[in-house]
């Protein structure tokens, strides 16, 4: 999610501003044919605070 705003205060001044938000979720899975299993290697998310632009 990203968001942008613009304010014009003045003929040749403008403040912009604004923040983005990313989420990763990622499972990495190994499966062994020869015991028929299937191993977990990594599970987890990332999600960092919002910051400025």
């Given at each position: 999610?990203?968001?942008q705003h613009s304010w014009k205060f003045a003929n040749?001044?403008?403040l912009v501003y604004g923040f983005d938000y990313r989420n990763v979720l990622a499972t990495n899975s190994a499966f062994n044919f020869s015991v028929d299993t299937k191993i977990v290697t990594y599970d987890d998310s990332i999600s960092p605070t919002p910051?400025?632009?």
């Open positions: 999610m990203q968001a040749n001044q403008t910051k400025p632009m």
